[in-house]
């Protein structure tokens, strides 16, 4: 691939394909706002499509590296599809959802029954969690990807990483009180940090 055949990026993209529909459906979790409106499909054709305009202008130097430009372009689709889904003008601003058998709800409380679990300003943090995150040292970004956007484990970290499981405890550690320290503690603890 790195020679420039497109004939083996076409080969090295289906082999990963069923790791990045895992992964794309794992993110989409952390999206609640996405995920009603978007399958996981929708999500991964679209990042597939940012990781080939990705690949035109950047090699990855190993599979560790392709697999992480592979991350980052799905969190930047959930990202957009995020902030798409915000606003008055959304397709999302007065969509109503009606609780399981609740016939008792009507046209009229539409403006009740909104959308409104990422109002702005949540949004707004939401997508400075990941600008921090993309942000920090490799070391402690690869931990952080790993552990929570790919769902790994830190023994399955550990051998990806090539380093000792302790070591990655010791970094998931530092990472996590870095963005506890940066969020006051307030929004990451919510999300299960």
């Known amino acids: 691939m790195r020679a420039g055949d497109s004939i083996a990026r076409e080969q090295l993209l289906q082999h990963c394909s069923q790791r990045f529909e895992r992964l794309a459906r794992h993110m989409l979790r952390s999206f609640p706002s996405v995920k009603r409106w978007e399958q996981t499909g929708d999500v991964l054709q679209n990042s597939m499509l940012r990781l080939l305009k990705a690949l035109d202008s950047v090699q990855p130097e190993t599979p560790r590296h392709f697999l992480a430009l592979a991350a980052t372009q799905i969190r930047r689709e959930l990202i957009d599809m995020a902030r798409r889904y ?3 003008q959304s397709p999302a601003a007065h969509h109503a959802s009606w609780a399981d ?4 709800v009507g ?6 029954g909104a959308d409104v679990t990422y109002e702005p300003g949540r949004l707004a943090q939401w997508c400075e969690l990941h600008e921090q995150i993309a942000a920090l040292p490799e070391e ?4 952080c990807e790993l552990l929570w956007y790919q769902g790994l484990t830190q023994s399955e970290a550990a051998g990806v990483l090539a380093v000792s499981e302790r070591t990655v405890k010791r970094r998931w550690q530092t990472v996590r009180l870095k963005l506890h320290e940066m969020f006051q503690g307030n929004f990451l603890r919510e999300d299960g940090w």
């Open 101 to 104: 058998g609740d016939e008792s």
């Open 107 to 112: 046209p009229d409380d539409l403006a009740e």
């Open 140 to 143: 402690e970004r690869e931990v």
């Open 86 to 88: 915000q606003g008055p």
